[in-house]
């Protein structure tokens, strides 16, 4: 079936560290592929999306690319702020009309 | 871009009542919306799909005349959390599917936290 594993974290870093944050999937097909970002007591945000392979997502600093090879999709930032503090999702939709599936969440603190 | 809009953000009810939790999309039509429940710390748990003009479609394990969804129109669904105990105490987030053949991902509200004391 589909699924998305991400690393479960927390995961804790200096203030201006580089960010990896795991994320591999199970999917039939080509689904769609996201990172969503959830600050403290607030609902999702979408942060970047890749449609196809080798698509590179990218928004405020952060970057993911959608590897079939490796079914992955890592996030990236060179480097992170206090305010990227958040709980970060990966998820990904099989096709199109089918329900998003999400990872677990990974948890990021970043220390001043 | 789309934008979902969720309310109340936060309520506090007393055991036995009920809650209603509306989620609007103001500014596309969403025929399907989605409701999760988080616990703290822990990830999203799909409760049930919601369907504009039929019935909702509960995940196993959900009950279906606890948590009470509508979808009586393209920009609005409820859910009503019915005879409320302290364990429905959770976060509460809604998300509706994007129109078809649009560019961005779904979209979520910015959630409900409900306290039952």
């Known amino acids: 079936g589909n699924s998305v594993t991400q690393m479960e974290g927390p995961v804790t870093l200096s203030e201006e560290a580089f960010l990896t944050i795991n994320c591999t999937y199970t999917a039939t097909g080509y689904p769609s592929l996201f990172w969503y970002v959830q600050y403290p007591g607030e609902g999702l945000q979408l942060l970047l999306k890749?449609?196809?392979?080798?698509d590179k997502g990218s928004n405020k600093g952060f970057e993911a690319t959608y590897r079939k090879e490796t079914t992955s999709f890592h996030l990236e930032k060179g480097s992170v702020q206090v305010s990227d503090s958040a709980v970060y999702f990966c998820?990904?939709?099989?096709?199109?009309?089918?329900?998003?599936?999400f990872g677990k969440g990974t948890r990021l603190h970043i220390l001043p | 871009g789309a934008v979902v809009s969720q309310h109340p953000s936060r309520v506090i009810c007393k055991s036995g009542t009920s809650v209603k939790i509306e989620c609007r999309s103001l500014?596309?039509?969403?025929?399907?919306m989605f409701w999760y429940r988080q616990f703290p710390k822990k990830s999203l748990m799909l409760m049930a799909t919601?369907?504009?003009?039929?019935?909702?479609?509960?995940e196993q394990g959900v009950e279906k005349d606890k948590f009470l969804i509508n979808h009586a129109s393209l920009t609005l669904s409820t859910l009503t959390v019915t005879s409320a105990h302290p364990e429905d105490s959770s976060f509460y987030i809604c998300s509706a599917r994007p129109p078809s053949g649009s560019s961005y991902g779904y979209t979520f509200g910015s959630g409900t936290r409900l306290t039952v004391v």
């Open positions: 998820a990904l939709i099989p096709n199109r009309d089918d329900k998003i599936i």
């Open positions: 919601s369907n504009e003009g039929s019935k909702a479609t509960y």
């Open positions: 500014d596309f039509q969403a025929t399907t």
């Open positions: 890749a449609t196809k392979a080798d």
